[in-house]
Structure formats: structure tokens, C-alpha cells
């Protein structure tokens, strides 16, 4: 039943593009002027309006299957999940179906069903309770190709953030398949914040952080990153980014890492809940 639920919630997400993206693509489309912009948002929105009214991915890049695990320490399922989301990711490839996209490093074979060494990946997250959050984030390879990382001394500060963001988002132009959606993680280590940074993009479009003074970060971003003038899909437009998300942890004395991960309009997530009595909740 597990396996099922992960498939379908699987699903959801590579067909179905959130509400609140959805939302933020019709106001940026309503603003925008440029002829070949707004031509771009149409065909954008008519692909979404497909995707969903036929169940088949929005996008031929169904991505990397990413999952976000927030596990209760006291759930009866926990030696099931990792085993019931791998056998998930192989049934959706067959069943939805996903591009297979999972290559291997060496030999450059293709496994043929999304699933390998190291994939589908797998954050986990121990918490109290006995319920299990499951979050899926298939990653277009595109978009993924315009991650980055920066370590910057603790001089440079939220202006060097500032200006590492910017600037690897206009060198990226239209790479990553605007509008798109900017996850930065700041602080831990290098990996760590590059986990918070997509870790960020699980949150609804238009939702700030919670602390004030990250929130007006994130806003002053992305009306900078907008300013750039790249528009939908790199071809000039008021509208490069439907949002700007930062996540923050402590960091060292003398470091200051700024991980940066970039998601396509296609913005895909989807979430599912496990309860101790093996109920399922899947929503958006």
C-alpha cells in the first residue's frame, strides 16, 4: 500500500504543477508586455493545462526523482520506506511514465528505470512523533546544471550572498528554463547548504521565511534578479524569477558557504503523509 501511494504521489508531481506556481505564471503573464514574453508564458501555461488534464508529465525531463524523508521516530514503518520509495520510483517510470534518468558514472549505461547507485536520493529527517512526511522533488537536469557553490569569507557577508546570486543567475540566462525559482541555503557546511537550498524549494511560492530579516532578503533578491531583463525562457521579459527562497543554518567562524539551486518553471513537488495506522494525506 506504501508503494502505491509513493507512485501516485509521484505522479501528482510530475503532471500537476502546484496551485500557488500556477498562480505566480498568470500574474507574471497579466504584467508582462513583450510580445515574445507573453507568447512564451502562454505556451508555458498550455503545457501545464495539458499536463493535468491528461495526467502525463508537464515536462519530458521528469528529472531526478529527489525525496525529502521527515521521519517520526516512533512510526511502525520506518524499515519500509527507503525500500517502498525505490520500488515507487521503478513502477511510476513504467506507469506514468518517467523518462528514465539515471546513467551510471562509469559506463554511461542508463538503468532504464530511474533507480541506481546512489538514486533515487534521499534526505532523511528524524523527528518525534509517529508520522512520516514524505516530499518529492523530481529535478530537471537543466535547471540542476546552473547549481552552484560559493564559500565566501565572512568579510563579504549578505552583500557577497547578494551578489553570488545574481550573478550566477544572469551567467546561467536562459539555461535553467525561466521563470524559475531560487533556492539559497546559507551556512553549516558546503554540502549543508546546498541540502537547505533545495530543501527551500519545498516551500510555496510567495511564502517567506519566517524570520524578517532573511523574508527581506529574499524580497530585495528577487527584484534584483527580475531587473536582469532575461525573461521567460532567456528570451527577454519583466519576470526571470517567480521567487527567491533562503534557508540558514550556523556556520563556522571563518567560513560563510552559500550553496544556490535553481528549479525551472516546471516547479514540480508534491507531499505525502503517513500515519501510524498506515492512512495516507497527499497534497500540493
Known amino acids: ?5 509513493i507512485v ?17 505564471l498568470r500574474r507574471a503573464y497579466k504584467m508582462e508586455e513583450d510580445k515574445i514574453a507573453r507568447f512564451n508564458f502562454e505556451n508555458i501555461l498550455r503545457a501545464i493545462e495539458i499536463g ?5 508529465p508537464v515536462c519530458q525531463d521528469t528529472g531526478t526523482m529527489t525525496f525529502f524523508v521527515k521521519a517520526g521516530v516512533e512510526s511502525p514503518f520506518l524499515g519500509e520506506i527507503e525500500g517502498a520509495i525505490v520500488e515507487a520510483v521503478r513502477r511510476a517510470t513504467r506507469e506514468v511514465p518517467l523518462r528514465p534518468n539515471a546513467v551510471d558514472i562509469l559506463s554511461g549505461k542508463n538503468s532504464g528505470d530511474n533507480t541506481g547507485n546512489g538514486v533515487p536520493i534521499i534526505h532523511w529527517e528524524l523527528v518525534d512523533g509517529d508520522e512520516v512526511e514524505i516530499a518529492v522533488l523530481p529535478k530537471g537536469g537543466g535547471s540542476e546544471n546552473c547549481s552552484a557553490l560559493a564559500m565566501l569569507t565572512p568579510g563579504e557577508g549578505w552583500e557577497g550572498v547578494r551578489r553570488f546570486v545574481v550573478e ?13 525559482i531560487i ?6 557546511g558546503a554540502d549543508y547548504s546546498l541540502k537547505l537550498a533545495k530543501k527551500a524549494l519545498l ?7 519566517p524570520d ?8 530585495e533578491l528577487l527584484g534584483e534578479i527580475n531587473a536582469l531583463g532575461i525573461g521567460p525562457m532567456g528570451m527577454g521579459g519583466k519576470t526571470t524569477a517567480l521567487d527567491v527562497k533562503i534557508e540558514v543554518a550556523h556556520r563556522h567562524p571563518a567560513s560563510f558557504p552559500v550553496g544556490l539551486i535553481i528549479q525551472c518553471w516546471a516547479n514540480r513537488r508534491a507531499f505525502l503523509r503517513l500515519k501510524p495506522n498506515g492512512g495516507v494525506e497527499v497534497w500540493q
Open 212 to 219: 524578517e530579516r532573511i523574508a527581506k532578503i529574499e524580497g
Open 203 to 209: 516551500r510555496k511560492v510567495g511564502e517567506r521565511n
Open 8 to 24: 501516485e504521489v509521484v505522479r501528482l508531481a510530475v503532471t500537476t504543477i502546484p496551485e500557488d506556481t500556477v498562480e505566480a
Open 52 to 56: 493535468k488534464g491528461k495526467s502525463i
Open 183 to 188: 533556492g539559497v541555503g546559507v551556512g553549516g
Open 1 to 5: 500500500m506504501l508503494v502505491d501511494a
Open 168 to 180: 550566477q543567475v544572469k551567467a546561467c540566462g536562459g539555461k535553467p528554463c525561466p521563470p524559475v
